[in-house]
């Protein structure tokens, strides 16, 4: 649980050191745009260029606003230049749709 590796289960990053939290939001919408500003301060960085096309970055921070907006957790990953492997999270809780039974590390 210590180690800043994904875990399987996206619901399981709340079992993670506060110290991996990069934020915590009220509204899905705000989640969104934290997850939107991470994928376009990497985009460049990409493997593959259709990815960081800025259309693509738009729809995927769209959709992760509605799912989080559902409840539902946001896990995207993305091969950057070699050796690298961008991951990113939103998990939803209080409680977590996947696991009800794991806390939120930050209150």
């Known amino acids: ?9 996206t619901a399981y990053w709340l079992v993670k050191p506060r ?6 939001w ?6 969104a745009s934290w997850l ?3 994928l376009a301060e990497y985009a ?15 729809r995927w921070a769209s959709a ?12 995207y990953g993305f091969y950057l230049e070699r050796p690298s492997y961008l991951s990113l999270a939103v998990v939803t809780c209080s409680p977590n749709r996947a696991n009800a039974q794991l806390a939120c590390p930050v209150a």
């Open 1 to 9: 649980p210590a180690s800043d590796l994904p875990p399987i289960e």
């Open 19 to 24: 110290s991996l939290v990069r934020g915590t």
């Open 26 to 31: 009220g509204e899905a919408k705000d989640a």
């Open 36 to 38: 939107g500003e991470r």
């Open 44 to 58: 460049p960085r990409f493997a593959s260029e259709r990815d960081g096309d800025s259309a693509h970055l738009t």
């Open 64 to 75: 992760a606003a509605e799912q989080l907006h559902s409840g539902a957790d946001v896990s």
